[in-house]
Nanobody
Framework: QVQLVESGGGLVQAGDSLSLSCAAS????????VGWFRQAPGKEREFVAA????????KYADSVKGRFTISRDNTKTAVSLQTNSLKSEDTAVYYC???????????????????????WGQGTQVTVSS
């Protein structure tokens, strides 16, 4: 069983950056695709980015492409989300999850990707002021 903990959120000004971390406790974390999602007040949880078990494949939502970077650490025990040029519309609780099956990689998109992930952490709050 994979258990995830998100961290790194905070209150920042527009244009600032944050580095979010998704740390895993399960030994099998390295064989799962990991996804970052976010949920703003009054909105559904939406896809942000994903990386596969090797870290070689990545996928980004159009809204964050070019600003956010997802990556695995060298030991494959954590996945980071580097968020640059933050905007007020990036304000949300950010969650990470793992794919429902090992070694799965799908054509993820914002509308349906959350249905393929599980083992959500408690989330970390990102608030961007302007």
């Amino acid at each position: 069983q994979v258990q995830l903990v998100e961290s790194g959120g905070g209150l920042v000004q527009a244009g600032d950056s944050l580095s979010l971390s998704c740390a895993a406790s399960g030994r099998t974390f390295n064989i799962y695709t990991v996804g970052w999602f976010r949920q703003a007040p009054g909105k559904e949880r939406e896809f942000v980015a994903a990386t596969d078990w090797s870290g070689r494949r990545t996928k980004y939502a159009d809204s964050v492409k070019g600003r956010f970077t997802i990556s695995r650490d060298n030991t494959k025990t954590a996945v980071s989300l580097q968020t640059n040029s933050l905007k007020s519309e990036d304000t949300a609780v950010y969650y990470c999850g793992v794919e429902k099956f090992p070694h799965n990689w799908r054509n993820y998109n914002s509308g349906a990707a959350r249905d393929f992930f599980r083992s959500w952490g408690q989330g970390t709050q990102v608030t961007v002021s302007s």
